[in-house]
């Protein structure tokens, strides 16, 4: 279980890292980091959305809706438009050095986190069950992951 003392230690510790990738896992988005030698995720499973300046560029929704192929078949062969946007974020995130410059912990779960660009990923849980994981954040490669909310079944 996470405490509330150990979910703000984690997200005080992205500040200054490097935003590496922008990806998904089935319905699960994703936020890859890096600070020297230490990669760090951010598994959103609620909802979650990166903007720029007065504009949403994708979000958890566009896994719904097909880029390319069949419709069918877009969600599990990742052609939808959140897999075309991700990809073009990392590529421009690659090219062009992306940071954390601040990440707050909201109420009841909310994670925001100002990058450099200026972008912005918003991650907040929609989901009643206290039970049910709504965001995990840690450092791959280790066994130590906070989750929100602390109740979570895991």
Not at 47 to 58: A, C, M, Q, S, Y
Not at 59 to 84: N, Q
Not at 92 to 117: I, K, N, Q, W, Y
């Amino acid at each position: 279980m996470s405490t509330t003392e150990e979910l703000e230690a984690a997200v005080a510790l992205l500040p200054g890292c490097r935003v590496t990738e922008f990806s998904r896992t089935l319905n699960m988005a994703i936020v890859g980091f890096r600070r020297e030698d230490v990669e760090k995720r951010l598994h959103a499973q609620c909802p979650f959305r990166v903007t720029h300046r007065d504009r949403i560029l994708f979000g958890s929704v566009d896994m719904h809706y097909r880029d390319t192929g069949d419709a069918d078949t877009a969600f599990d062969e990742y052609r939808t438009k959140y897999d075309r946007f991700a990809r073009q974020l990392t590529g421009m995130a690659a090219d062009h050095p992306c940071f954390v410059e601040s990440a707050t912990l909201g109420r009841l779960g909310m994670l925001t986190l100002e990058l450099s660009g200026p972008l912005v990923v918003e991650v907040f849980p929609a989901c009643a069950g206290e039970s049910v994981e709504q965001w995990r954040l840690f450092d791959r490669h280790t066994d130590h992951h906070v989750v929100f909310p602390d109740s979570a079944d895991r």
